[in-house]
């Protein structure tokens, strides 16, 4: 009788060990990103009607809305955003594509959180790069406070990270309050109507970014969303400023598994070294924009 018990015991354990290993898991994220106003930025430039800044701010808030799915297992996830279809009359593919490279979109996103790494395509300019380099590290302050999310209890985690400058998502209207007495000050070439206003120096990059994330621990992995890991449970929801990413779907252990590896194509650099590449082209188009057209480009335009 003894033996029978340690036979099933051993049979018991060889069985959640190897369930353990197979474990896998899908999870549907819907990504929103509030669009900065236009209002009140028109500045000098009459160029931009009431009708294009509203056309303006439309295009902008579809292509802040995406779908991620996040395939993952006790050590590895990959993050994509789902293909659709593009509608007749929407912007090309290279500009999506652009876009997209700054905006939270594009490419795979490949976690490993026991070597603590993470690779990712990116596709800029009509080249192509595969960024590997180190997870970020949050400092994650785990509070009491619960909610329910698609019937998965949540507890609420809150860290401070500094904002990425490649990343348009986190860009923000200055207020004009704030501004310096010089700053205030009339440009006679701008009041004479000579030179239009730039519209991007309407705009900021903060500092530091107030990073509040959701996690289950009743899903016992520490991934998540993008770059957001190292949290005991499944991080179901995060608030990054302006970017709310919510869990809408979780699918665990489904029959047919997800082969979940990192891209492999595209010249490796490094995280600063991409985004150094990024910044000093969009520093190009800023001086090769400056006192031109001084209003938004036209997202999705023909």
Not at 34 to 54: L, S
Not at 120 to 132: H, P, S, T
Not at 244 to 249: A, D, E, M, Q, R
Request: contains cysteine; glycine residues 8%.
């Amino acid at each position: 009788m003894k033996n029978i018990y340690y036979f099933l015991l051993l049979m018991f354990a060889f069985t959640q060990l190897h369930a353990q290993k197979d474990f896998q898991g899908m999870a549907v994220y819907e990504s929103k990103t509030q669009a900065p106003k236009i209002e009140g930025m028109r500045g000098g430039n009459r160029d931009i009607t009431p009708e294009m800044q509203k056309n303006i701010e439309e295009r902008m808030k579809k292509m802040l809305e995406k779908t991620f799915i996040l395939n993952f297992d006790k050590s590895a996830s990959v993050y994509k955003e789902e293909e659709k279809l593009e509608a007749p009359g929407q912007q090309g593919g290279g500009m999506r594509v652009m876009m997209n490279s700054f905006m939270g979109g594009g490419g795979t996103f490949y976690k490993d959180v026991k070597t603590k790494s993470y690779t990712v395509d990116k596709e800029f300019m009509g080249k192509e790069f595969l960024v590997i380099d180190s997870l970020p590290k949050l400092n994650w302050k785990l509070e009491p406070e619960t909610k329910q999310i698609g019937g998965y209890t949540c507890y609420r985690a809150t860290a401070v990270k500094e904002a990425s400058k490649t990343d348009f998502r986190n860009f923000r209207p200055k207020n004009n309050d704030e501004k310096k007495p010089e700053d205030k000050k009339a440009d006679p070439k701008k009041t004479s109507g000579e030179t239009k206003t730039n519209f991007e120096d309407n705009f900021e990059m903060p500092k530091e970014i107030i990073v509040t994330a959701w996690y289950s621990p009743e899903i016992p992995v520490n991934q998540g969303p993008e770059n957001y890991w190292g949290l005991p449970g499944l991080i179901l929801e995060v608030n990054d400023g302006r970017t709310t990413i919510l869990c809408s779907k979780i699918v665990l252990n489904a029959k047919e598994k997800v082969n979940i590896k990192a891209s492999t194509k595209g010249k490796v650099v490094s995280q600063k070294e991409y985004d150094e590449t990024v910044i000093k082209k969009m520093e190009e188009f800023r001086e090769m924009n400056r006192g031109r057209a001084g209003g938004p480009p036209m997202m999705g335009g023909r």
